[in-house]
């Protein structure tokens, strides 16, 4: 792969591809998109393997790399194309910005990922499955609301007045909650937040709604 073409590959309802997907807007880089369907399996077969052997997505091919985990690959746009930065200057910000991210990407996601609910689903069935999913989200996002009263947050992004790394992380975990029919309208900084990003072409963009297979 050239050098200047970057490809991302990705599902289109992953909340991890959806979030390197609003990064990229941020960010201002093209891209092309290969879809994986991992309701097909196509993350497992040998061609996706072999580009990363976890057999997930996303994963994103840039400056000669081939890079996966998408907040590794947030940190990889951030430290790579500075401008429009994705974590503050600050020390103490910058960790607190970082575990807002942590507590959504790796608190809440990989219990609700789907090889974990299809487990839960074979063992005590499809109810338990959902009840098992609301759960979780709700859980996580209350915290998530209590993590975003800090003094840098002024009722516009997860801290300070541009987008960044937990908005990221958090607008994909939102959309995953509504269509689990979990509420979080009680929940105000989380609904600011949103309603802040919900304009932005970069998260417009990277909805599922605007990149779902026809």
């Known amino acids: 792969m050239g050098h200047d073409r970057v490809v991302l590959h990705d599902y289109w309802r992953s909340s991890a591809s959806y979030r390197v997907r609003i990064g990229l807007g941020l960010k201002g880089i093209a891209h092309e998109r290969v879809s994986v369907d991992l309701l097909k399996g196509a993350h497992r077969e040998e061609a996706h393997r072999r580009i990363n052997p976890q057999a997930l997505v996303p994963v994103l091919e840039i400056d000669g790399l081939v890079l996966t ?42 219990v609700s990922n789907s090889s974990v609910l299809k487990r839960i689903e074979d063992l005590a069935g499809a109810e338990a499955r959902a009840e098992w999913n609301r759960d979780n989200i709700r859980r996580g996002l209350v915290a998530v609301e209590a993590m975003l009263d800090h003094p840098g947050w002024r009722g516009r992004f997860c801290h300070g007045d541009r987008p960044g790394l937990a908005d990221c992380a ?4 939102l959309y995953n909650a509504t269509r689990w029919g979990v509420g979080f309208d009680d929940l105000p900084r989380i609904m600011a937040v949103q309603g802040h990003c919900s304009d932005l072409p970069a998260f417009v963009a990277a909805h599922p709604d605007h990149v779902a297979p026809s």
Request: charged share 15%; glycine share 4%.
């Open 69 to 110: 985990q998408s907040l590794a690959i947030l940190e990889y746009l951030d430290q790579t194309r500075p401008g429009s930065p994705f974590l503050p200057g600050d020390a103490a910000e910058r960790a607190h910005v970082r575990a807002i991210a942590l507590a959504i990407a790796c608190e809440i996601h990989p």
């Open 170 to 173: 958090l607008i994909p975990q």
